[in-house]
């Protein structure tokens, strides 16, 4: 009778379960038709409409498909999200739009990288050219967001509100205190004095060589940033940086003396210049349309001849196998540029890296594509936000680099971790290993004891070789030496405009001017935009990942603003092989 109860109880557990996940598929699958519906349905654009431009949302690579990312747990918790070169498409097509009057540019902490926002700002400058006011406004303004707006023709700010202008800074998290009160030694293989990316777990600050190169790339990060406020607010770059320097902007009638903003002005005040703008009286609504919906309102492009160009993204953590939208997998990328490779349709490609690297041999695997690629037609590179490390790996063979001035870039140099938790484990937890082996070195990578110094010798002759291939890749890619590509790598991280000048790239530009570059080396004029990878269905991706996105949701919740410490913390016990990456995030503040 037990057993019998006991069956019982684990069939209707099983039926409640499978209850529950069919329910989850169902839902999932709804949600992804109705969102498939709504991103089909065309919006009215009316005359005398205001196009809203919310520069808060994420500005990433690429637009994602029938994005699940507004439901918890589904995905991000965003609620929409759109590709920076889309955003600039609607923007330009706006420019010859009658029934567009003016653009409203929302934003008070944009979701972006220093050189997407320059692709950004850019566009909504090229936008005056229409001669259609352009208006900014909010009741705060971090420094990202106001290097935005201040491209506006008005630029307003709410009375109560607040204008943060006070220089950049940049602080690196270290974690050896942590690991020593954990008992975990963290053994480091590298090359070059500037690779960075080991110092966290290895000191508990910025070591000369790094400290050194972070005040370089910052104050370059910091000069592109001053000079765009510079031409569009005419106050001078010595002015601004006073104002910095000296934190004059306190209050939001600071901001207004010193020419920061045209208008101290609450939300309705703003709305009732965008009805005179419009042509509305006051008791009427405004017509608006926002960024998302003008750009999927936009005819696809039409083909007029048979030529192509084709775009390649090459987008996050470099990772062998297929990866994900958010990382470049070897076998998903390479096949991506095998695929344009044998199209002889494709008359040239351009890849898209937005970096800081990962697997070394990922990163060799995506290069030999790249190089086979550019002996039957033009590959031309456009760097991000960042392009360093392993994401320079992939782009060193490309016929012409194209960088922002802030985008970062080099990095060239590799690494290898492996932690020792012997004293976490015998000392601290009272855990002991014991077994045998039939050679020396059956057991190199293991983590229950230190390295001994033949299996230090080897490791670091893996390194040497990693580094040796890299530095002879770009050497061959920017027909440079071995010798002047190692004066340049070690590890060094370069911004855009730096790396122009040593030849790791070979001129400042858009995403655009990259693509303009490739036709022209095709000798073809009339062609056609088209890209790859193809996106991966996000309902798919779900239900491939489904156990990962609930376990990632509910550890965010948990640790807020820690969880990017948490992530590089898991991510350092996760990579596997040699490493050619900038680990760690560069976030200006």
């Known amino acids: 009778m037990k057993d019998f109860f006991k069956y019982v109880f684990a069939t209707v557990v099983g039926i409640v379960i499978s209850t529950v996940v069919l329910f989850i598929l169902f839902f999932v699958i709804l949600i992804g038709a109705i969102t498939s519906f709504s991103e089909d349905k065309k919006v009215e654009v009316k005359s005398n409409t205001v196009l809203y431009l919310d520069l808060d949302q994420p500005i990433i690579e690429r637009t994602p498909e029938n994005s699940l990312s507004g439901l918890p747990i589904f995905g991000s918790g965003e609620e929409k999200a759109i590709g920076f070169n889309d955003l600039i498409k609607a923007l330009n097509a706006a420019k010859t739009d009658d029934n567009i009057k003016c653009v409203y540019i929302n934003v008070s902490a944009p979701n972006a990288g220093m050189a997407t926002m320059l692709e950004v700002r850019n566009a909504i400058i090229d936008f005056k050219k229409s001669k259609k006011p352009i208006i900014a406004y909010s009741e705060i303004y971090t420094q990202g967001a106001y290097y935005l707006a201040s491209a506006a023709d008005k630029v307003y700010l709410n009375p109560q509100g607040a204008l943060e202008f006070k220089g950049f800074s940049s602080e690196l998290t270290f974690f050896k205190g942590a690991l020593d009160k954990l008992g975990i030694e963290a053994q480091i293989i590298r090359v070059g004095n500037y690779k960075s990316a080991v110092e966290p777990f290895i000191a508990t600050k910025m070591s000369d060589y790094n400290r050194k190169q972070v005040t370089a790339y910052v104050g370059g990060l910091y000069s592109t940033f001053l000079q765009g406020i510079s031409e569009t607010r005419n106050i001078s770059t010595d002015s601004l940086m006073m104002i910095a320097n000296d934190y004059k902007i306190k209050q939001p009638k600071d901001a207004l003396a010193f020419k920061m ?43 007029t001849g048979s030529s192509k160009v084709a775009v390649i993204y090459a987008n996050g953590d470099i990772v062998g196998g297929e990866g994900s939208d958010e990382q470049i997998g070897s076998e998903r990328i390479s096949r991506a540029i095998r695929k344009a490779r044998l199209d002889d349709n494709i008359k040239a490609i351009v890849l898209r890296v937005n970096s800081g690297g990962g697997s070394a041999l990922a990163s060799d695997v995506i290069w030999r594509e790249v190089i086979l690629t550019k002996k039957t037609k033009p590959v031309i590179a456009s760097f991000g936000d960042v392009a360093a490390s392993g994401g320079y790996y992939i782009g060193c063979a490309a016929d012409s680099i194209f960088v922002q001035p802030n985008t970062i870039t080099g990095s060239i140099g590799v690494f290898g971790i492996i932690p020792n938790l012997q004293n976490l484990l015998n000392n601290k937890l009272g855990i002991t290993f014991d077994g045998v082996k039939t050679g020396q070195y059956a057991d190199i990578m293991t983590t229950t004891r230190p390295l001994t110094s033949g299996e230090r010798f080897i490791i670091q002759n893996d390194v040497n070789h990693v580094y040796d291939s890299f530095i002879t890749r770009v050497a061959d890619g920017r027909k440079k030496t071995k010798a002047q590509v190692d004066s340049i790598g070690g590890g060094h991280v370069w911004i855009g405009t730096d790396a122009v000048k040593i030849g790791l790239a070979d001129r400042l530009g858009s995403f655009r001017d990259a693509i303009t570059a490739a036709a022209k080396k095709a000798k073809i004029q009339d062609y056609k935009v088209v890209e790859y990878p193809e996106k991966i269905d996000p309902i798919k991706s779900f239900l491939a990942n489904a156990k990962e996105n609930i376990s990632i949701y509910y550890t965010q919740k948990e640790l807020g603003e820690n969880y990017l410490i948490y992530k590089k913390m898991q991510n350092a016990i996760k990579n596997s092989g040699i490493q050619a990456r900038m680990d760690y995030d560069i976030k200006i503040k």
């Open 261 to 303: 903003v045209d208008a101290l002005k609450y939300k309705d005040e703003v709305l009732d210049e965008l009805k005179q703008i419009t042509e509305k009286d006051k008791k009427s609504s405004i017509s608006t349309v926002n960024i998302n919906d003008y750009f999927n309102n936009l005819p696809k492009d039409i083909l």
